[in-house]
């Protein structure tokens, strides 16, 4: 069973920053690509990144590209989204997920497992 917990979120002006972390525990997390989506109220969760099981391949939404930094500790099984730049648009719940098997994906029927979630706010 793997289990994946989110933390780092909060309540940040816009212009701020903040680094997310998703620990993960369960199986042999550095063989998967691992993957952040986003879901603003009323709204349908999105991809945001995702990371090859190395940290040597990234990607993006356009929306984030520039912004937001996606890496991983793989030694701590602990995948990462650092946020710069934050705007008040980027406001949502923010989820961790491990694609299971096979390359990347911005689908988020193709992870199999994923975090609770934590809140992310920018205020204007």
């Known amino acids: 069973q793997v289990q994946l917990v989110e933390s780092g979120g909060g309540l940040v002006q816009a212009g701020g920053s903040l680094r997310l972390s998703c620990a993960a525990s369960?199986?042999?997390?550095?063989?998967?690509?691992m993957g952040w989506f986003r879901q603003a109220p009323g709204k349908e969760r999105e991809f945001v990144a995702a990371?090859?099981?190395?940290?040597?391949?990234?990607y993006y939404a356009e929306s984030v590209k520039g912004r937001f930094t996606i890496s991983r500790d793989n030694a701590k099984k602990t995948v990462y989204l650092q946020m710069n730049s934050l705007k008040p648009e980027d406001t949502a719940v923010y989820y961790c997920?491990?694609?299971?098997?096979?390359?990347?994906?911005?689908?988020?029927?193709?992870?199999?497992?994923w975090g609770q979630g934590t809140q992310v706010t920018v205020s204007s």
């Open positions: 990371i090859n099981w190395i940290g040597s391949s990234t």
């Open positions: 369960g199986r042999t997390f550095s063989s998967y690509y």
């Open positions: 997920a491990d694609r299971g098997s096979g390359s990347y994906s911005p689908h988020q029927y193709e992870y199999d497992y």
